[in-house]
Structures are given as C-alpha cells and as structure tokens.
C-alpha cells in the first residue's frame, strides 16, 4: 500500500496591473509643463502682488496691500475692470447666439455642408490674432479711410461718419470675429452626442422646432456651451492686441493696464495685483457656470428619473 501525498492548492495571484503606473507616467509630462509654466509663474506673481519694491531693483519686504487697495478703489482702474467684465460678457453672449446655427449645421447638416461649415470655422484660426485685428482696423477706420465708411458714402449716405474705431463695440465686435470658432467647437461636439430619436419623439408629440431646440436641444448641449462660454470669457477678459489696436483709451481692459504697469511704469506689484483680479474674474465666472450648468442637469436627471 503505497502513501499518497497531497498538494495542497494554492490560488493564483492575479497579476498586478501596471495600468495605473502607465496612466501616471503619461500625465507626468503635463503635470510638470502646467507647474513650471503656470503654477509657478502664478505663484510668482501672487507673491510680487503684496512685496514692495527695492532700491536696488527687485521686489522684497515688506508685505502690503497697498496694490491691491488702489486697483479696487481708484475710479479709473475701477472704469477698467467694469469695461473688462462688460466687453467680455457682451462677448461671450453674441458668440453663443452666432455659434449655435453653426454648431447645428455642423452637427446636423450634410456630410458635405458640414464640411464647408467647419472649413469656414476653423480658417480664422490659422490666421494669427494680430493679422484678424488688424484687417477689422481697416475695416472699423473713421472717416472715408475706413471701409465701412467709405461704403456709405459711395452708396450715396452724405454727413454720416460712424465713429466705430478706438470703442468698446470695435472691441466687442473684433473680439466675437477671434473667438466665435472657440464657441463653435464644443458646442457642435456636444449636439453631435445628442440621439436625434429625443428631438424627432418631441416633433413628433406636437413641439415645434423652436419648443423642440428650447427643452430638448439646448439643454443636452449645455456641458459644450459652458466650455465655450469657459473658454471665450477667459480668453476675452485676458485680451491684450484686440483693446490695443481697436478700443485704444476709451476701450482698454485689464490686459493693457497689466501691460502697462509691468513695462512702461514697472510696478511690478500692481502688475501682480492686475493679473490676481484677472484671474479671479475668471475662475469666479467659471466657477459659476459650471454650477449653473451642473444644476440644470441634475434637475433634468430627477425630472426623467421622476417619470420612469
């Protein structure tokens, strides 16, 4: 009788998956890109914004907020973050009623439509900023030097001389012309991820188009139009060529006085303190519309889930 000896059994380990290593190797490079070009310039910034500065050149103690109390409480500067915030909504406002039939058309319309659609949105961008600014300063010019202008009165319009060039609406309109294909994109890639069954069932049920875009459409798009509303807002606000070469001094914002500040007079401090107010601007509105934005969707999510 021969003895038999057991084995006893052991399971296999899984294999550790290296995904979450490979995952965070490949951010690496992105992570140390925004820390060293935005983190720490920012940092920088923020830190000039509050030190004084030296004699001898530089910034050091001690810590103030003298910069901070004259950019919110002067009336000129106070004029500049108005017109700052007032041009940049205005803006973000007539690129999301322009871009929304430009969107559709992309999202909706024929193959070949489609495509002539996002060509004629996408050429602006290979053109640079300073070269779409300047074209829109010949265009705006006052007196017969500017096309508009001079269209009037070759069409007959004697003593009608619109003064458009150097004010916030050659600002505005300029800035809707630079930034409108940054509108258009994600708005068209958010209905592109619409089931058209949802606007078909509610043409179906009696909506009009209007009432079908309004409950349906517009809402389901909302994720794209607040990274559009994200995008040009900040980038608006920010703007430097566009208030320098069409509002001259009646249409200059934030970015020209942070010019201003930090090459003509070297006040690096209120310089700092420009760039802080600018980018809290931005974060507070986008903060803001990615609330509204979330709040809509979560009452949209309860409302479907109340009638399943």
């Known amino acids: 009788m021969t003895a038999t000896t057991t084995i006893p059994y052991q399971a296999a380990r899984p294999a550790r998956s290296r995904r979450p290593f490979i995952g965070g190797a490949l951010l690496l490079p992105a992570v140390v890109f925004l820390a060293v070009f935005l983190v720490l310039p920012s940092l920088v910034l923020l830190a000039y914004s509050v030190m004084t500065p030296q004699q001898g050149g530089g910034m050091g103690l001690p810590l103030h907020l003298t910069s901070y109390e004259r950019l919110l409480s002067d009336p000129t500067y106070q ?9 940049a909504l205005i803006t973000s406002a007539l690129t999301m009623a322009l871009a929304y039939p430009l969107a559709m058309a992309i999202a909706y319309g024929h193959p070949t439509f489609s495509r002539i659609v996002i060509l004629m949105v996408v050429m602006p961008l290979l053109v640079s900023v300073l070269v779409r600014t300047y074209g829109w300063q010949v265009l705006l010019a006052n007196g017969k030097t500017g096309a508009i202008n001079w269209f009037l009165s070759d069409m007959g319009v004697q ?75 900040s980038l608006t606000a920010s703007s430097y060529i566009t208030p320098a070469m069409i509002g001259g001094r009646t249409g200059a914002m934030l970015g020209n006085l942070l010019e201003q500040q930090m090459t003509t007079v070297y006040d690096w401090s209120m310089g700092g303190a420009i760039a802080v107010v600018m980018v809290s601007i931005s974060l507070v509105v986008n903060v803001a519309i990615n609330r509204m934005v979330d709040r809509r969707v979560r009452s949209m999510s309860s409302a479907a889930g109340a009638a399943k």
């Open 159 to 233: 003593g009608v001389m619109i003064k458009l060039l150097y004010t916030e609406w050659a600002v505005v309109i300029a800035s809707v012309h630079v930034f409108l294909p940054l509108m258009v994109l994600p708005i068209a890639s958010s209905l592109s991820r619409i089931d058209p069954s949802l606007t078909h069932a509610a043409r179906i049920l009696g909506a009009s188009s209007w009432r079908a875009f309004r409950l349906v459409t517009f809402p389901l798009s909302l994720p794209g139009l607040a990274a559009g509303l994200a995008i040009v807002f």
């Open 79 to 87: 004029q500049v973050i108005l017109r700052t915030l007032r041009i």
